[in-house]
């Protein structure tokens, strides 16, 4: 089945760690997107990729970075210098399709990240 | 600026009891408005996009409605597996492909 695949489904950073978030995608969509989710908040946009070798900052990249060498691979990683790290990080993905930018997004599982 | 608020927060129903949730927003144009289910630890889940005012979309016991300032979420005869947070989110003509989520409203519905 086509879908989103996000690992690990918990991850612990210890202090001054950088850690990497997977997100693979079979659906052969062009745009993915990485979200951080906080209790009784919204989704914030962390980063986004429309194309291939192509990224660009949301609204909260300060202390994470990405990488799109694949469209089917959107890693995300967490470095030291996210100082408040704990959330449910979610990556998602589109097809723009006939109409650009306008079709939905779909989920994976999500990554459940805390600090040791 | 552009906005989502959802309210209420959290609303508790019992079995059969019909209600709805809201979804206000605030922007410059609207592209389209996606409502999203999502389950404790896991991702959200499309339910339905609106692109227009006086559209309805539906699906079970879910129908969507789509007004210039708001949308709907009516919910018929609940069962507890409708139980879950419901997203808003709207695509704004201000961006080419951010989307705004409001925080979610908690439904439970009680046997």
């Known amino acids: 089945d086509g879908g989103i695949t996000q690992s690990p489904k918990y991850l612990f950073r210890k202090e001054g760690q950088n850690v990497t978030l997977s997100c693979e995608q079979n659906?052969?969509?062009?745009?993915m997107y990485w979200y951080r989710q906080d209790p009784g908040q919204g989704l914030r946009l962390i980063y986004y990729?429309?194309?291939?070798?192509?990224?660009q900052k949301g609204d909260i990249a300060e202390g994470y970075s990405v990488s799109r060498e694949k469209k089917e691979s959107f890693p995300l990683t967490v470095t030291s210098a996210q100082k408040n790290p704990t959330a449910f990080y979610l990556c998602?993905?589109?097809?723009?399709?006939?109409?650009?930018?306008?079709?939905?997004?779909?989920f994976g599982d999500g990554t459940r990240l805390s600090i040791l | 600026e552009d906005q989502v608020t959802q309210s209420p927060e959290a609303l508790r129903l019992q079995e059969g009891e019909s209600s709805s949730l809201n979804c206000s927003y605030t922007?410059?144009?609207?592209?389209?408005l996606f409502w999203y289910r999502q389950d404790p630890g896991k991702g959200p889940e499309f339910l339905f996009t609106?692109?227009?005012a006086g559209e309805e979309k539906e699906k079970e016991r879910l129908k969507a409605t789509l007004t210039k300032k708001e949308s709907f979420l009516h919910i018929t005869a609940p069962k507890p597996e409708d139980s879950a947070t419901y997203l808003c989110?709207?695509?704004?003509?201000?961006?080419?492909?951010?989307?705004?989520f409001g925080s979610g409203t908690r439904l439970s519905i009680r046997p």
């Open positions: 990729s429309q194309i291939v070798n192509d990224f």
């Open positions: 998602a993905s589109s097809n723009p399709g006939d109409d650009t930018y306008n079709q939905p997004q779909h």
């Open positions: 922007v410059s144009g609207l592209r389209g």
């Open positions: 659906l052969n969509h062009d745009a």
């Open positions: 609106l692109y227009s």
């Open positions: 989110a709207v695509h704004p003509y201000s961006s080419a492909s951010k989307i705004i």
